[in-house]
């Protein structure tokens, strides 16, 4: 595996997963511009790790490097171990942003290699390499086999112009919208598992939790017993007659009910605390 030794210390080095630019967005390229946000991340290889930490709020999960902040990743509960540093603009939260010129550009690729039970194919952490190119190989040529060539996505050694850390009254908005995930359920099962009436959005309707027809999705899926919460969304489904992979939400008729129903369900505080 090639370790590198990045050529500026005066640069931000940043990793973008090819997804982000094969989605949308500038392909990271030498000359341009790129503006996203910054999220730290454990690092699973020794190149183009983030610098020492030298700060970190863990109610707010900024992390500063130096006179770089960014946000502490999902998953991780502290910056510690190695980290590296990503930037993305598909982020929809209040994170920090930073824009900047791109005064180098790091293809990363490697392997794939079947890992666990299931054989799912993944990328061998000793596998991968960098490579300085131009521009970034927005359609790479994988081959999805054991073995087979990966292009992971891109390090960019980025010239800061501007860097944004959100304002007291958007974390705030943040951490109240994590808070509010953290209570909501993703229910499915049948109709009257809701109540006698169908649901609507913004009602309060009581469910069983521990009823063994409900699929339960999200952080509170292990939470049993009679709950109370506020209705975020009822819906009834359609596989569109298997034309198409995925589900489709449809608003429910009251003089026609669906057999079954999908619900998000905003758990009540008092309800949640239940599963501490």
Not at 35 to 41: H, I, K, P, Q
Not at 192 to 201: E, H, I, Q, V, Y
Not at 235 to 244: I, N, Q, V
């Amino acid at each position: 595996m090639n370790t590198p030794s990045p050529s500026g210390d005066s640069l931000l080095y940043v990793h973008i997963d090819n997804w982000e630019y094969q989605c949308c967005g500038t392909v990271p390229r030498v000359g341009a511009e790129l503006s996203g946000t910054l999220t730290v991340y454990e690092s699973e290889s020794p190149g183009y790790r983030a610098s020492a930490v030298t700060g970190f709020d863990p109610r707010t999960g900024l992390v500063r490097f130096g006179s770089i902040v960014a946000q502490l990743g999902y998953g991780l509960s502290a910056p510690d171990g190695p980290l590296f540093v990503g930037l993305s603009w598909h982020e929809r939260d209040a994170r920090p942003t930073v824009t900047g010129i791109v005064e180098q550009v790091v293809e990363k690729t490697g392997r794939f290699l079947p890992i666990g039970e299931d054989r799912t194919l993944l990328i061998d952490p000793d596998s991968r390499e960098f490579h300085d190119v131009d521009e970034a190989t927005r359609w790479p040529e994988e081959q999805l086999e054991s073995g087979g060539a990966a292009t992971i996505g891109v390090v960019v050694g980025l010239q800061v112009a501007d860097l944004r850390v959100p304002s007291d009254a958007e974390i705030e908005d943040r951490l109240a919208d994590e808070e509010r995930t953290d209570r909501t359920l993703h229910l499915t099962g049948p109709t009257d598992c809701f109540g006698s009436a169908l649901p609507r959005g913004g009602e309060y309707i009581v469910v069983d939790l521990g009823d063994s027809r409900l699929d339960k999705r999200g952080p509170l899926a292990e939470l049993g017993g009679v709950v109370r919460g506020e209705v975020l969304q009822a819906s009834a489904m359609s596989d569109l007659d298997g034309e198409l992979a995925g589900v489709l939400f449809l608003r429910p008729d009251p003089n026609n009910p669906p057999a079954e129903l999908f619900v998000r369900l905003l758990i009540d505080v008092d309800c949640a605390r239940m599963s501490l």
